[in-house]
């Protein structure tokens, strides 16, 4: 096959053009990084590189990791096949018409964003989980050593600086509201509390206060502005509180590599990012427990971080989610807890038992090899359509 890839430096873009490679397509890269910000001219500008590159290259379909509306349209106008793999959840650049075009073929990670996809009426939707690469740990781990052990780390966001806390003007009532609803959610992992209880009637309350853009051709709705920002809320508030948890009852170590300070009531040991190509690897390996916490936009799939854990041959304790028992099984080659006060205990437990951990990442790892490679999900996409 002969693809244009459209690249935006997502994280994972050498090992999908290495798979793509490695399976014998002829690959074109675009660097589309100058259209992070959308404008008339910069759409154009690919419209007329894109001209270039096909009356030179013949294609096959175009590609890139997660959806461009602008790049659809491109597709249709001149026929041309496009094909994105989503990565992220919810992606509200997928709500839009454009998802409608025959040219357009859309593979997501999440069981329950293809169904609602599905629902806009978009035919050509799949289910694709993601995929991971197995890294050269010990390679790594000699180049240079990491002068610290970590008991408990967590790679990853807070979600300080969301949409909600821009709120200023929200009336008590509101607040209570939703205060109440997250509460009542927090220890829930296995169900969506938020979403049935955001009615009509607490919308039109929201409206007097909160304005999105309307956008010609979107699906995208009210409700789902409004329980996006308040899952995020809740998804902060979880990460801090389980890191606070986790500290205040067990006397190890826990690390915190993210991009923005927060002030802990316990000791949290900050770092700063970690590199997604080198140091990423290493404090997964030598962490004794790396956490995951799955944010609650996303239903139902698999996210990246549990899979790079597990792949660098690190040991994963992760928030539960449904797809994860389609391919894995507690406690023999993941362990995911189902509410907070089970983090604590399972956290304590598997430090205490080395052989365990090892156990479970030597099965995991097997399960990766098996259904998680970047070549297997290349093919699977490619398959699909052709």
Request: glycine share 4%; aromatic share 16%; charged share 20%.
């Amino acid at each position: 096959m002969n693809i244009l890839y459209f690249t935006w430096s997502e994280i994972n873009f050498s090992p999908v053009l290495k798979a793509l490679e490695e399976n014998g397509h002829n690959v074109i890269v675009y660097n589309g990084d100058y259209i992070a910000h959308y404008s008339l001219q910069s759409v154009a500008k690919l419209d007329s590189d894109f001209n270039d590159i096909i009356n030179k290259h013949p294609i096959d379909f175009i590609f890139s990791i997660n959806y461009f509306p602008f790049i659809a349209d491109y597709a249709h106008k001149n026929g041309i096949l496009y094909l994105s793999w989503s990565f992220d959840c919810p992606l509200f650049t997928l709500y839009s018409d454009t998802i409608l075009y025959p040219e357009v073929y859309i593979f997501h990670f999440d069981k329950f964003e293809c169904k609602k996809l599905k629902g806009f009426g978009a035919s050509n939707v799949f289910h694709m989980p993601l995929a991971t690469s197995i890294t050269d740990i010990d390679f790594l781990n000699e180049k240079q050593t990491m002068p610290y052990t970590p008991d408990i780390s967590f790679v990853g966001r807070l979600y300080l600086g969301i949409p909600f806390d821009e709120i200023k003007s929200l009336p008590d009532y509101l607040h209570g509201f939703i205060n109440g609803l997250m509460s009542s959610q927090h220890n829930l992992l296995s169900y969506d509390l938020i979403t049935p209880c955001i009615t009509d009637d607490i919308l039109s309350k929201f409206q007097e206060y909160i304005d999105i853009p309307n956008e010609v051709g979107s699906f995208l709705t009210y409700r789902d502005f409004i329980v996006d920002i308040i899952q995020c809320k809740l998804s902060q508030i979880e990460r801090i509180n389980a890191l606070e948890m986790l500290r205040g009852n067990l006397n190890y170590s826990v690390h915190l590599f993210s991009d923005a300070p927060y002030d802990f009531k316990n000791h949290i040991i900050p770092h700063l990012p970690v590199d997604y190509d080198t140091s990423m690897h290493q404090v997964f390996n030598q962490s004794s427990i790396n956490l995951n916490f799955t944010a609650r936009t996303v239903p139902s799939g698999i996210i990246q971080r549990p899979l790079d854990v597990i792949a660098d041959k690190g040991f994963l304790i992760t928030s539960y989610s449904p797809e994860i028992l389609d391919y894995f099984t507690n406690g023999e080659d993941i362990v995911y807890f189902e509410n907070y006060n089970d983090l604590v205990i399972l956290s304590e437990y598997y430090l205490e038992h080395e052989k365990q951990r090892k156990e479970i990442i030597e099965n995991g790892l097997e399960v990766i090899k098996k259904h998680f490679t970047y070549n297997q999900r290349i093919e699977q996409i490619i398959e699909c359509v052709f």
